[in-house]
Each structure stands twice: as structure tokens, then as C-alpha cells.
């Protein structure tokens, strides 16, 4: 019976455990993966004030006008919308400004070698909470040319028709 209860003691902890590592998604910028190819990903965490974590945890978040600057050996995050807190007082943040991403040393010079050799950028992806603590994904990005868009839409277009005879297919075991 002891042995019983020590197994459900460490599966309720197990459980606890797994949904602390789950992933609380706050924003996603959705327009970064129609205008760039993805290179290259990267987990970054947020310095940010109080005030900005509680709007967070409302799900208060816009990142899809933002862009990531590297300047001087560190590495920003502008343009990302973060409202204000309802319930702040004159501690509150100013809504859209620059936030630094907290990354290493060799990561920030490695983006900055890119950006600056091959004519790349770096785009947020996500906003995410991960154990408490303000994540955001950010990419190595190239642009794509309106052909490129089309092509991708195209495919997706084709895949979706594919899967959908398929389906019609195991349904009936007929081709039309």
C-alpha cells in the first residue's frame, strides 16, 4: 500500500513537472514565416519590468510589427506592443519600447556576422512563457520575393487537395 502511494506521490510530481515546462504561447507573429525563409532559430529571454510580465500574463501581446536590432555587442527588441497594466500605477512601462534580449556572447556575434555578410535579418517568431519566465523565438531570416510567396501558397494549396482525394478515396475507394 506504501509503495502504491509513493507511486502516485511521484506521478502527481511528474505531472506538476510537465506542465511547468509546458509552453504558455502569448503571441505569435504569423506574417514572419509567409515573408521570410528560416534559417536558423534561437531562444532568447526578455528583460522586462513588472508591470510588463503581469500584461503578459493577461495574454496582452503584439509582435507582429517587431524586428530584432543588434547594436554594439547586444541585441534588441523593438517595435514589440506589450500594453499597459490595468491595474498599474506610475510604476507602469512605456508600451512600445526596446527591450533587451538576453542571448550569448557568441550568439549576438553570430547574428551579426550574418546579418551583416549575407544580407539576412532577425525576426521574432514567438512570444512564450517557459517555466515562469518570458521567452521569445527569434530567426535568422532572409526575405522573400513575391514569386516566392506564390510558390509557397501553391504548395500548400496542392498538399491540401492531395490529402483531401485521399480522404475521398478511403471514403469511397473511388478516384472521382
Partial sequence: MAKEWKKQKQSAAQKAKAEADAVKVIARNKKARHDYFIEDTYEAGLSLMGT??????MGRASIGEAWVELDR???WLQGAMIPEYLSGSWT?????RKRKLLLHKRQIEK???D????GYTVVP???YFV?????VQIALARGKQDWDKRQALREAQDKRESLRAMREYERTGNWD
Fill in 52 to 57: 510588463e510580465v503581469k500584461a503578459l500574463r
Fill in 131 to 135: 517555466r515562469g519566465r518570458v521567452k
Fill in 92 to 96: 507602469n512601462h512605456s508600451p512600445r
Fill in 115 to 118: 546579418v551583416q555578410a549575407k
Fill in 111 to 113: 547574428l551579426a556576422m
Fill in 73 to 75: 555587442g547586444e541585441a
Fill in 125 to 127: 517568431l514567438e512570444l
